[in-house]
């Protein structure tokens, strides 16, 4: 048994999909059949490195409760399979969807060597390469192919120009497991072709996914005789499933052809039928409950990456007509199991396993990546010299008009001196990704007036001079606004960068969360790299409080500030997961 919580698991029946005498007839034939397939579907996503044990900043970044990584996932496994072992209507797929190695230390700094000890010690049946993947060009995906004990997963990379599938992955994969056929097909996000630089996809094409996963649901069928077809792909769910869903329905509505724009997993598993269970990444959205689209009543399932957890979901299959009549969760709290050290104490083999790769790593940590003239520090706020040397590197990284961060992302002050790829780590710990929004200077100006209030927690930036009454009501906050030198204008369009964590309306910013996806481009580039990338260039630094951010009480609004359309409410925060 997997957890004191197992017995209480949620069980959930299609019994909607399977109306009238379909229904009666598939009960009547699991009767004379037996039980259905316990399919155990074990998954992962956007792994990027994440397998040393940490501390889970993202849950308590003051004392993080300590997860086991890559060890404690092999406990669970091993649990897992132990449990069923010898039953014959039960049966693991272990599978990952992406973005396996660049990110943290010990992942970026070996290129994915560790990746390659925690996969194959893990025994996964399946891996899908994630645009992260190209990060330092094909070799080194060629390199992890090689060394993995199976190709990679993958469909819809092609050399370009050709219809011939790259060497080192394969469509798809059949294992058998409970006497079931299963077929796993792959597929990378073909947005890697805008999010990888151009010559580190050289040669190759990535092409939409739904035609290429219909032809081998075909193949697969027919041919090899499968009796489930199973997608795994990196590409994923949305932020807010409620307003996708209405979005999608939208479309729909207005006579749309879904099938011509597949906008992530949503639509996917809205316009692909007889792939009954579809694993997502990308978009590190984890679902406690997975996304099932009332039509085609395919499964959607992914975690929040970062190897913080597993996904486990129990997919029964009746054996009689290999349809998935429902679907179980191995605990109350839903299909995703946080590796928390105590609860799985980690694996001595695993452990092993990737020791040599940590502790060089941390040895990586200890390398000098610029200095400072001045202490680093968080004090004065929206104008502190850590918050203004943050974003000044985020501006530069983006060439944006603006840029700007929470002031609760930065969590160290580091002292005068040499600055280190450790120190960096413990100021920016939460691998947010920079993205630059085309924004309307209402939209700038409504940051400003949320952030601004006494005792809000604000926002550090770079590239705009205000000065903010914070004991006026929220809309009457700001009095000046400049962008560069030009006063703000509320129609005027301003590149602004700022983090992926931001624009998922966190930190009260809920109405960034409502940003028409066409105006945001995510460079993929996390806000540390970009820190770094900066100190390598201008070090040594010595950034100061100065006049980007005033407060004065009852100071005039500047003429330009007055007189404008109202911005919309929005609600004060976003849902959170
Ligand atoms: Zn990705």
């Not at 399919?39 to 992962?44: A, D, E, G, M, N």
């Not at 000890?117 to 390469?129: H, K, S």
């Amino acid at each position: 048994m997997l957890g004191s919580n197992r017995q209480q698991g949620t069980a959930r029946r299609w019994a909607a999909a399977l109306a009238g005498c379909t229904l009666l007839a598939v009960l009547a034939a699991a009767a004379q059949a037996g039980p259905p397939v316990r399919l155990h579907i074990v998954f992962t996503n956007d792994i990027h490195g994440h397998v040393a044990p940490e501390g889970a900043v993202f849950m308590n970044p003051n004392f993080p409760p300590q997860l086991g990584g890559g060890a404690s996932a092999k406990t669970y496994v091993d649990k897992l399979r132990a449990q069923i072992a010898g039953d014959p209507d039960a049966g693991l797929l272990l599978v990952d969807a992406g973005d396996v190695w660049q990110g943290a230390p010990v992942g970026t700094l070996t290129q994915g060597q560790v990746m390659e000890a925690y996969f194959n010690t893990m025994e996964y049946d399946a891996i899908v390469p994630g645009n992260h993947e190209f990060d330092k060009g094909e070799a080194v995906v060629k390199r992890l192919a090689a060394n993995l004990t199976r190709k990679f997963v993958c469909a819809n990379i092609f050399k370009a120009g050709t219809d011939s599938l790259v060497d080192w992955a394969e469509p798809y994969r059949v294992v058998e497991r409970a006497g079931l056929r299963v077929g796993i097909v792959g597929a990378n996000t073909p947005g890697t072709e805008h999010m990888a630089f151009a010559e580190n996809i050289k040669g190759l094409e990535f092409r939409p996914i739904l035609p290429v996963v219909e032809k081998w649901r075909d193949y697969l069928l027919q041919v090899e005789k499968v009796d489930l077809v199973v997608l795994v792909m990196h590409d994923g769910l949305p932020f807010d499933a409620k307003r996708e869903w209405d979005r999608l329905q939208q479309r729909e509505r207005a006579g749309e052809d879904l099938r011509q724009d597949v906008r992530g997993a949503m639509d996917l598993a809205h316009v692909l039928e007889g792939v009954p269970v579809i694993v997502g990444g990308h978009t590190h959205r984890g679902y406690r409950e997975p996304w099932i689209d009332p039509v085609t009543q395919a499964m959607v399932l992914e975690t929040f990456g970062n190897g913080s957890s597993l996904g486990h979901v129990i997919v029964e299959v009746d054996r009689p007509t290999k349809q998935v009549v429902g679907w179980e969760a191995p605990r109350r709290d839903g299909v995703l199991v946080t590796l928390f050290q105590d609860e799985w104490w980690p694996d001595e083999d695993m452990r092993g396993q990737l020791r040599p790769y940590i502790e060089n790593a941390e040895k990586g940590l200890n390398v000098k990546v610029g200095s400072s003239r001045v202490e680093l520090s968080r004090r004065g706020g929206s104008n502190g010299p850590m918050g203004n040397l943050v974003t000044v590197a985020m501006q530069a990284q983006t060439g944006a008009d603006m840029a700007f961060t929470n002031l609760g992302g930065l969590r160290a002050d580091l002292a005068a001196g040499t600055i280190t790829a450790g120190d960096l780590l413990r100021v920016m710990p939460f691998d947010n990704a920079l993205a630059v929004v085309e924004m309307k200077g209402t939209m700038v100006r409504q940051i400003f007036e949320r952030k601004s209030g006494r005792g809000s927690a604000g926002i550090a930036q770079s590239g705009a001079k205000v000065l903010v009454d914070p004991d006026a009501p929220e809309g009457e906050r700001v009095r000046e606004l400049l962008i560069g030198t030009e006063p703000v204008h509320p129609d005027s369009t301003y590149k602004v960068c700022t983090t992926d964590y931001l624009l998922e309306g966190n930190s009260g910013l809920g109405f960034l969360a409502e940003i028409d996806p066409d105006q945001v481009y995510y460079t993929q580039t996390i806000d540390r790299v970009a820190l770094m990338h900066y100190l390598e260039k201008n070090s040594p630094v010595a950034p100061r409080t100065d006049d980007r951010w005033r407060e004065r009480k009852n100071a005039p609004v500047a003429p330009y500030l007055r007189d404008w359309p109202h911005p919309a409410a929005h609600p004060a925060a976003h849902a959170q997961p």
